[in-house]
């Protein structure tokens, strides 16, 4: 009785799902941060400790993200966007690290991000990934998206141009969207009465 | 199961005392299917595994404050419930310091941050005898390239406790991860006490034991290229002698979705026999599944030639 059941379970598991923003996570494309104090130790050694924020991301907002970032959220970011606030020993936020992941030409590229006061970019880290390619992971690539802005984000391109590969085109795409993400759920909200 | 309640509930109270904020809820449901036809068994198909987890993280104007964390499974049709882990972690700045109460997974080897029981292929710690977790207290953290677990606990594994404190067993472990981009991990881990001899503690009292025993194991990660590869050697000591056992697996990326995967191990059994098993396959996901199989061979008192077949799926909530 017992393994009938389970058996059928299963079923419904895999064929149909669950509502309410789930994602099956073959397809999708979470940012599992495996170690992400000593990244943000890295970008932020003056930082006390940090905490998680998750916004759901509503469909309307949804839309206007994927327009500003020309390129859609890929399947586990469609749902919710998470950050971190870096906080000082008062509490008060010194900035933010955000941790992305796209899709690249041998599975996913998992990076990091940490964003001032003024949300520029301040450092850009790799996590994890396995890419041919490896002119995404120098030093010279990645410098240069330090400085960049929310208000930069959607005139932002591939720094390596026609000569960019997957990876550098896909570091560059998810930087996009999670500064759009950023600029819309978290800094539009702020704004508002 | 009744002793991890108890630490949960204390880890709860001491939550409620410092009066935390909501910050995020995480879920994953998973389904392990599983159809094998070997030699000596047969063909053969079940509900390897139907479990998930669930991690609630709490903060206060300082920031991320206090975890709540719970994972169990059914396995073996539904047959056998298994409650891994269920603990109350409190934070320390920038994860620096976490202490945490409650049934803990033990800081040991490879398993710290990768698990083989998803994976197609046995896992190393089921002839070796490291439970993947036990009730008690654990300290980790991380410091620059250095991290740390050790773990206090009563020695029962996922079996019910006959009594408290228990025989007692403490496990550490200390990381080294040179780069920042993680691509390059080791580790080096030691125990001393008791540890159930039954796997998951579900073990009538007849050939439910314990063993008091002193265990070491060094460990290594590296992720290069479209490869990772993973590498653990260790041995036990009983009392009458040491045991070795040395386990190793890669994961290739072959296409932008295809992967190899090999694995085996070679390791001394109770009575002194030495035994060995390897394994190759192909992993590829597809949609809302991860389509897994290949060949198993194992050398026991027998030898087995194994094929199996893996349909895993995975399900993650966030809030």
Redesign the interface.
């Known amino acids: 009785m ?2 009938t ?3 059928w ?2 079923f419904i ?2 064929g149909v ?2 509502g ?9 494309y ?1 940012c599992v941060w ?9 970008l932020f050694p003056e ?8 916004v ?1 991301i509503p469909a309307p907002v949804l839309s206007r993200i994927e327009a500003r970032a020309r390129g859609t959220l890929l399947p ?1 970011q469609r ?2 966007y ?1 950050y971190y ?1 870096m ?1 000082d020993g008062q ?1 008060r936020v010194i900035g933010h690290t955000q941790a992305m992941t796209e899709k690249g ?3 996913a590229i998992e990076f990091v991000f940490g964003t001032d006061p003024q949300h520029r970019i301040i450092g850009l ?4 990934q ?3 390619d490896r002119r995404f ?1 120098e030093a010279s690539f990645l410098d240069r998206f330090k400085g960049l802005a929310v208000a930069d984000a959607e005139a932002f391109s591939d720094p390596l141009g026609p000569s960019g590969s997957v990876a550098t085109r896909a570091i560059t795409e998810g930087v996009r969207k999670a500064l759009i993400e950023f600029d819309e759920l978290v800094l539009k909200k702020e704004a508002r009465p | 199961m009744k002793t991890a309640k108890w630490w949960l509930s204390a880890a709860l109270l001491i939550g409620g005392a410092a009066d935390p904020l909501p910050a995020a809820l995480f879920l994953g449901i998973e389904s392990d299917l599983r159809a094998s036809l070997s030699d000596l068994d047969g063909g053969e198909a079940s509900l390897y595994s139907f479990g998930g987890s669930g991690r609630w993280v709490f903060s206060d104007p300082q920031g991320d404050r206090l975890t709540l964390f719970v994972r169990g499974e059914w396995a073996e049709d539904l047959e056998d419930d298994r409650l891994h882990e269920a603990y109350g972690e409190w934070k320390g700045p920038m994860g620096r310091w976490n202490i945490a109460a409650g049934r803990v997974a033990l800081p040991w080897g490879l398993r710290t941050e990768w698990s083989p029981d998803r994976m197609p292929y046995r896992s190393p710690y089921e002839e070796t005898r490291a439970p993947d977790s036990d009730t008690g207290l654990r300290l980790r953290g991380t410091v620059g390239a250095w991290d740390y677990g050790v773990a206090l606990t009563q020695g029962y594994g996922m079996e019910t406790p006959d009594s408290f404190p228990g025989p007692g067993n403490l496990t550490g472990r200390i990381g080294w991860t040179p780069g920042l981009d993680g691509d390059f991990t080791m580790g080096l881990s030691a125990s001393e006490g008791t540890v159930p001899i039954a796997a998951h503690g579900h073990e009538d009292a007849m050939d439910s034991d314990d063993e008091d025993r002193t265990a070491l194991a060094l460990d290594a990660t590296l992720h290069f290229g479209r490869g990772t590869y993973r590498l653990e050697g260790g041995a036990r000591h009983p009392g009458d002698r040491w045991r070795g056992t040395l386990f190793g697996a890669a994961d290739y990326a072959i296409g932008s979705r295809l992967t190899v995967q090999a694995a085996g191990q070679a390791y001394e059994s109770e009575d002194s026999q030495r035994h060995r098993w390897g394994y190759i396959g192909l992993a590829l996901p597809v949609k809302w599944m991860t389509l897994r199989g290949g060949y198993e061979y194992e050398k026991m008192d027998e030898e087995d030639h194994r094929v199996v077949v893996q349909l895993y799926s995975v399900w993650r909530w966030v809030r």
């Open positions: 017992k393994r059941i389970g058996w379970f299963s598991v895999f799902g669950f309410d923003g789930g994602a099956w996570a073959q397809e999708v979470l495996r170690n992400p104090e000593r990244t943000m130790t890295r930082a006390r400790d940090y905490r998680t924020v998750t759901p586990g749902e919710q998470q606030e906080l509490g030409e041998f599975g880290y790799i996590q994890r396995r890419e041919r992971r």
